[in-house]
Each structure stands twice: as C-alpha cells, then as structure tokens.
C-alpha cells in the first residue's frame, strides 16, 4: 500500500498539488503501520493483534477511497496524470482484497471453501495480466523484443483468466472445481516464467542497462506480487493433497 502511494504520487503533475500531498499522507501512514509491526510477533496477544488488524483494515479502506477518488478525476478528465486508469484500478482493486483478508483473519476466517480457489486465482491472474500490459507501456518503443515478450505474456495470462473464469462457471455447486489440480499446475508454469521475466527486467532497470519509464520499485513491485502468488498456489495445492485447502494468509 505504501508503494502504491508512492507510485501515484510520481505520476501527478505539478499543479496536483493536494493529491500528491495525499499520497504523501498514506506513505506516512503506512510507514508507521510498518513500525508498529515490528512489534508484535506469533507470541502476541491475540486481542492486539486483532486491534491492529482492525487499524489497519482501516487505513486499506482509506487509500481504497482515495485510489478510487483519483480514478474518477481521470475518467471524467478533471485531471490529466501519468497514470493509467488501469494502473489505479489495479492498485485499488489490492487495496480492496487487503482489506477483505484482513476482516476475514478477524473473524476467524482462515479456511476457504475449495471452490474460492479458483476465484483467489482468477483475482491474481488478472493482477498478472495487468502487470504485463503496463511492462509493455512503460518501455521505450525502442525495446522492441522486451515489448513483444510483455504482450506475449499479457495475451497468456487473458487467456488463463478466461479459462479461470470458465472453469468456476462449470463447478458444481458445493463441490470440489473439477481439474482444479491441473488448473493450479498451469497456472503455476506460466507465473514462474512471468516471474523471471520480472526479475530479468528488474534487475536491468537496476542497473540501467534499458530504455524505459518504470521505477526501480515498481519493478521489483510486480517480480515480488508474482513471488507471492507462486507461494499462494504452492499452498493450495499442499492443502489439497491434505484435504484442507487454505490461502496464503
């Protein structure tokens, strides 16, 4: 959430001047949430730990309003940006996914039904899509095989969440989605290439050996979003094989 700020924030023009201070604002706020978690450990008291979550919940439902707020000044045209409206819908769409595990882990919420599976996938999928399609737009023209590889991997990743979004309309209700295992396999090959793509990338912007307008920490950003959806997927299939399927909470 804080690197989100900051990413929307480089992305107003000057004459923004209260929006950037906004994000500003969330960068503080989170930073301290940072801090403060430092603090706590798997020895807590769980009723603190539920206080924080419950703090934090808040400020993601905060920056969820403020993510939105700002996409509708773009779509209304009340405010010119270098911000795609994908790129601030894609980041309120976490905000609002972070908010909803946080309520769930207070309400004792750890076990999903097998069937939210696949939903959990169809969200990082597109998350995936997204990421690809703005690797693509934010590389200089010029970096034409980098550009192509980016929208191979956004015409893959469309792809799988289609298939995702079939194979949840094809479950039988209550019951375990049917080839959820090979669902899961494949979407596995496809992050790990996307994911070292990412790494690929990251690691020459580092070192400025290409052409482009991405941020250092974007790059890593998106390589550490798909590092994390590997361990979701990892974890389902485990929990799978035990019967139990739980998230990566």
């Not at 539920?50 to 779509?75: D, E, M, P, T």
Request: aromatic share 10%.
């Amino acid at each position: 959430m804080k690197e989100h700020a900051l990413f929307l924030s480089l992305g107003f023009t000057f004459n923004e001047q209260k929006l950037i201070e906004e994000a500003q604002q969330y960068i503080a706020i989170f930073e301290k949430i940072e801090e403060q978690l430092a603090g706590y450990s798997v020895n807590s008291d769980p009723r603190q730990i539920q206080a924080f979550n419950s703090h934090v919940y808040q400020a993601a439902v905060s920056i969820w309003g403020y993510k939105r707020k700002v996409l509708g000044l773009i779509l209304r045209c009340e405010i010119r940006t270098n911000n795609y409206p994908l790129l601030v819908d894609h980041v309120s769409r976490e905000a609002a996914y972070f908010a909803k595990r946080l309520k769930e882990l207070n309400e004792g919420k750890l076990q999903p039904l097998p069937e939210a599976i696949i939903k959990e996938n169809v969200f990082f999928l597109k998350i995936m899509a997204d990421h690809a399609k703005f690797i693509g737009h934010l590389l200089d023209p010029s970096e034409r095989k980098l550009v192509e590889q980016a929208r191979e991997f956004s015409h893959d990743f469309d792809q799988l969440l289609y298939q995702a979004i079939d194979l949840d309309s094809m479950r039988p209700q209550s019951e375990t989605p049917p080839l959820l295992d090979q669902f899961l396999d494949q979407n596995r090959v496809s992050v790990v290439s996307l994911r070292d793509f990412k790494k690929t990338a990251r690691d020459l912007i580092e070192a400025c050996r290409i052409k482009s307008n991405i941020h250092p920490l974007l790059a890593d950003h998106t390589f550490r979003e798909a590092e994390r959806f590997i361990e979701i997927i990892d974890l389902f299939e485990e929990n799978l094989t035990n019967g139990t399927p739980t998230p990566g909470q």
